[in-house]
C-alpha cells in the first residue's frame, strides 16, 4: 500500500534518521535513493532498561536498526564498498542483524580516483570551494551523467569492468597527473580493489526497483529515506553550493524505481531552527552569542566529519520553498526541545533584498547570497519539554511557536521532536 518518502527540507541534519527510525517498526522495507556516505544520521534507542544505545550511520538507510525491516540501497546512490562492508561489520559486532540488505545493480561505486578527485578539486578551489565531505560524491555522479561511470553489476564481469576501468582512467589519470600533480590510478589497483568486493557482495545484489514494486503489490509499507535535503538539491538547491544527487521527492522516484504516481506521503523533516555544514548562503545564519548557544545546546556538530554546523533562526521561506518543491504532506518539526529558554525566538518570513520584500525563495543566486531575513518574534518557553509526548503536554508559548510556523510553512506539522530519542516525540498525526 503506501509509500512513503522522508526529505530534508533545509540544508541536512534536520534529524531524518530519527524519524525514518521512529517510523521503522511499522514499515516492511526503508530504501536510500541519493547520496552516499556523506550523509550522517545519528539515531539513539532508548533501551527497555532506560539507557540508550547510539549509532551513527552513513550509507546504510537508518532502516536497518529495525528487526524485521527490510533495507535496501537504490539505484541513485553512490557506493563506498569499503565503507559500506565497514559500516555492516560495526553494526554486526553490536548484535544488528544485517542480512536481509538488498542493493541495487544499478547503483554506482565510488573508485579511489573519484575520492582522491573530491579532495584535490577543493584545494584547487581554494576559497571558491564548496566544503565537500571529501568522500568522492560529486565526482563519482559526475562520471555516472558522463557514462562513464563503475556500477555495482560490472564488479561481477571482470572483463568489462577491465575495460571501463582502462577507459576511465585513460581520461582521470591526464587529470590527476597533469592538472593535480598527483600520482596516477593503476589499472590493475583499481580492477583489483573493486573485485576483492565481488564474491562478498553477490548475495546482497538484485533488482531492487522489481523488489519494491513487488512489495507495494502485495500492500506492503515503503520509507524511501533521503540524503542530504532540499537546499542542497542538486537541482533545486543553493547551487553550486549543493551535493551532487536528487535529495527531493523527485530524486525518490529516480532513484528506487517506484514511479511519482505511487508515492503516497511526502514527510519533510525540518528544524526548528537552521544548520548548514560547507561553503554557501545562509540568510539566517547567526555570527553572534544566539548562533553558538544553539549549537552548545543542540550539539550542532556533523556527523559525519565532525565540523562545527553553521546555526541560525527557523526560516519559514525556505520551510514553505521545500514544501513547495516536494509536495510535503506532513512535516516533523525536530528539536523544539533546543529552543526552550529563549525569551523571544526569531522567524524569518520573508526577505529583504536590496529594498525590496521577497515572500519566495529569490530566483537569482546573487539575490539570495544578499537576502536580509525579516523576522517575526515570537514568546519563549522556560519549561523542560523533553517529556512531552501529546501536545497538550508542551507549555502554551511552545504550542504557539509550532502552530506559527505551521501557519507559514505550507504544510501541516505531524510531528515535533522534544528530544534525540525515538520516544522523545509529540505526534500530532498518525505518520504511517
Ligand atoms: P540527519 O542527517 O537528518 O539524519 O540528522 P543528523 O543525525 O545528522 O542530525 C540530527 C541530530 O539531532 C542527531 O544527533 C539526532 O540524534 C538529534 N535529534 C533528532 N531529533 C531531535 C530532537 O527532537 N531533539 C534533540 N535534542 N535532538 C534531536
Ligand atoms: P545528511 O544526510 C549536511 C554538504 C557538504 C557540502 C555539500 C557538498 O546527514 O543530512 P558533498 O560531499 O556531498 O559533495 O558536499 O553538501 N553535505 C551535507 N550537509 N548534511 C548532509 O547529509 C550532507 N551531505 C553533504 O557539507 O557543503
Ligand atoms: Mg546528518
Same mark, same amino acid.
Not at 166 to 181: A, M, R, S
Not at 248 to 262: D, F, L, V
Not at 290 to 306: C, F, I, S, V, W
Given at each position: 500500500?503506501?509509500?512513503?518518502?522522508?526529505?530534508?527540507?533545509?540544508?541536512?541534519?534536520?534529524?531524518?534518521?530519527?524519524?525514518?527510525?521512529?517510523?521503522?517498526?511499522?514499515?516492511?522495507?526503508?530504501?536510500?535513493?541519493?547520496?552516499?556516505?556523506?550523509?550522517?544520521?545519528?539515531?539513539?534507542?532508548?533501551?527497555?532498561?532506560? *539507557?540508550?544505545?547510539?549509532?551513527?550511520?552513513?550509507?546504510?538507510? #537508518?532502516?536497518?536498526?529495525?528487526?524485521?525491516?527490510?533495507?535496501?540501497?537504490?539505484?541513485?546512490?553512490?557506493?563506498?564498498?569499503?565503507?559500506?562492508?565497514?559500516?555492516?561489520?560495526?553494526?554486526?559486532?553490536?548484535?544488528?542483524?544485517? *542480512?536481509?540488505?538488498?542493493?541495487?545493480?544499478?547503483?554506482?561505486?565510488?573508485?579511489?580516483?573519484?575520492?582522491?578527485?573530491?579532495?584535490?578539486?577543493?584545494?584547487?578551489?581554494? #576559497?571558491?570551494?564548496?566544503?565537500?565531505?571529501?568522500?568522492? $560524491?560529486?565526482?563519482?555522479?559526475?562520471?555516472?551523467?558522463?557514462?562513464?561511470?563503475?556500477?555495482?553489476?560490472?564488479?561481477?564481469?571482470?572483463?568489462?569492468?577491465?575495460?571501463?576501468?582502462?577507459?576511465?582512467?585513460?581520461?582521470?589519470?591526464?587529470? /590527476?597527473?597533469?592538472?593535480?600533480?598527483?600520482?596516477? #590510478?593503476?589499472?590493475?589497483?583499481?580492477?583489483?580493489?573493486? /573485485?576483492?568486493?565481488?564474491?562478498?557482495?553477490?548475495?546482497?545484489? #538484485?533488482? +531492487?526497483?522489481?523488489?519494491?514494486?513487488?512489495?507495494?503489490?502485495?500492500?506492503?509499507?515503503?520509507?524511501?529515506?533521503?540524503?542530504?535535503?532540499?537546499?542542497?538539491?542538486?537541482?533545486?538547491?543553493?547551487?553550486?553550493?549543493?551535493?551532487?544527487?536528487?535529495?527531493? @521527492?523527485?530524486? @525518490?522516484?529516480?532513484?528506487?524505481?517506484?514511479?511519482?504516481?505511487?508515492?503516497?506521503? =511526502? =514527510?519533510? =523533516?525540518?528544524?526548528?531552527?537552521? +544548520?548548514?555544514?560547507?561553503?554557501?548562503?545562509?540568510?539566517?545564519?547567526?555570527?553572534?552569542?544566539?548562533?553558538?548557544?544553539?549549537?552548545?545546546?543542540?550539539?550542532?556538530?556533523?556527523?559525519?566529519?565532525?565540523?562545527?554546523?553553521?546555526?541560525?533562526?527557523?526560516?519559514?521561506? =525556505?520551510?514553505?520553498?521545500?514544501?513547495?518543491?516536494?509536495?510535503?504532506?506532513?512535516?516533523?518539526?525536530?528539536?523544539?526541545?533546543?529552543?526552550?529558554?529563549?525569551?523571544?525566538?526569531?522567524?524569518?518570513?520573508?526577505?529583504?533584498?536590496?529594498?525590496?520584500?521577497?515572500?519566495?525563495?529569490?530566483?537569482?543566486?546573487?539575490?539570495?547570497?544578499?537576502?536580509?531575513? $525579516?523576522?517575526?518574534?515570537?514568546?519563549?518557553?522556560?519549561?523542560? $519539554?523533553?517529556?512531552?509526548?501529546?501536545?497538550?503536554?508542551?507549555?502554551?508559548?511552545?504550542?504557539?511557536? &509550532?502552530?506559527?510556523?505551521?501557519?507559514?510553512?505550507? @504544510?501541516?506539522?505531524?510531528?515535533?521532536?522534544?528530544?534525540?530519542?525515538?520516544?522523545? +516525540? &509529540?505526534?500530532?498525526?498518525?505518520?504511517?
Amino acid at each position: 500500500m503506501p509509500a512513503i518518502a522522508i526529505i530534508g527540507a533545509q540544508w541536512g541534519d534536520e534529524g531524518k534518521g530519527k524519524a525514518t527510525d521512529l517510523l521503522g517498526s511499522r514499515v516492511d522495507y526503508v530504501v536510500k535513493f541519493n547520496g552516499g556516505n556523506n550523509a550522517g544520521h545519528t539515531v539513539v534507542i532508548t533501551q527497555p532498561d532506560g *539507557s540508550s544505545e547510539k549509532y551513527a550511520l552513513h550509507l546504510l538507510p #537508518s532502516g536497518i536498526l529495525t528487526p524485521g525491516c527490510t533495507p535496501v540501497i537504490g539505484n541513485g546512490v553512490v557506493v563506498d564498498l569499503a565503507v559500506m562492508f565497514e559500516e555492516l561489520d560495526a553494526l554486526v559486532a553490536r548484535g544488528v542483524d544485517v *542480512s536481509r540488505l538488498q542493493i541495487s545493480a544499478n547503483a554506482h561505486v565510488i573508485a579511489e580516483y573519484n575520492r582522491a578527485l573530491d579532495k584535490v578539486t577543493e584545494r584547487f578551489l581554494g #576559497s571558491r570551494r564548496i566544503g565537500t565531505t571529501g568522500r568522492g $560524491i560529486g565526482p563519482t555522479y559526475a562520471d555516472k551523467m558522463n557514462r562513464i561511470g563503475i556500477r555495482v553489476q560490472d564488479l561481477f564481469d571482470e572483463k568489462i569492468l577491465t575495460q571501463k576501468v582502462e577507459g576511465v582512467l585513460e581520461l582521470k589519470n591526464q587529470v /590527476l597527473t597533469k592538472i593535480y600533480n598527483r600520482r596516477a #590510478s593503476t589499472v590493475e589497483g583499481t580492477v583489483e580493489e573493486l /573485485l576483492s568486493y565481488a564474491d562478498r557482495l553477490r548475495p546482497m545484489v #538484485s533488482d +531492487t526497483g522489481l523488489l519494491l514494486n513487488q512489495a507495494l503489490d502485495r500492500g506492503e509499507t515503503v520509507l524511501l529515506e533521503a540524503g542530504q535535503a532540499t537546499l542542497l538539491d542538486v537541482d533545486h538547491g543553493t547551487y553550486p553550493f549543493v551535493t551532487s544527487s536528487s535529495a527531493t @521527492a523527485g530524486g @525518490a522516484c529516480t532513484g528506487s524505481g517506484i514511479p511519482p504516481t505511487r508515492l503516497d506521503r =511526502i =514527510i519533510g =523533516i525540518v528544524k526548528a531552527y537552521t +544548520t548548514r555544514v560547507g561553503e554557501g548562503p545562509f540568510p539566517t545564519e547567526l555570527h553572534d552569542d544566539a548562533g553558538e548557544h544553539l549549537r552548545k545546546t543542540g550539539a550542532e556538530y556533523g556527523t559525519t566529519t565532525g565540523r562545527p554546523r553553521r546555526c541560525g533562526w527557523y526560516d519559514a521561506v =525556505i520551510a514553505r520553498y521545500a514544501a513547495r518543491v516536494n509536495g510535503v504532506t506532513d512535516f516533523v518539526l525536530t528539536k523544539l526541545d533546543v529552543l526552550t529558554g529563549l525569551e523571544q525566538v526569531p522567524v524569518c518570513v520573508a526577505y529583504d533584498v536590496d529594498g525590496t520584500r521577497h515572500d519566495e525563495m529569490p530566483v537569482n543566486q546573487s539575490d539570495f547570497h544578499h537576502a536580509v531575513p $525579516i523576522y517575526e518574534y515570537l514568546p519563549g518557553w522556560w519549561e523542560d $519539554i523533553s517529556q512531552a509526548r501529546t501536545f497538550e503536554d508542551l507549555p502554551a508559548n511552545a504550542r504557539a511557536y &509550532v502552530e506559527t510556523v505551521e501557519a507559514m510553512s505550507g @504544510a501541516r506539522i505531524s510531528a515535533v521532536g522534544v528530544g534525540p530519542s525515538r520516544d522523545a +516525540t &509529540v505526534v500530532r498525526h498518525d505518520l504511517v
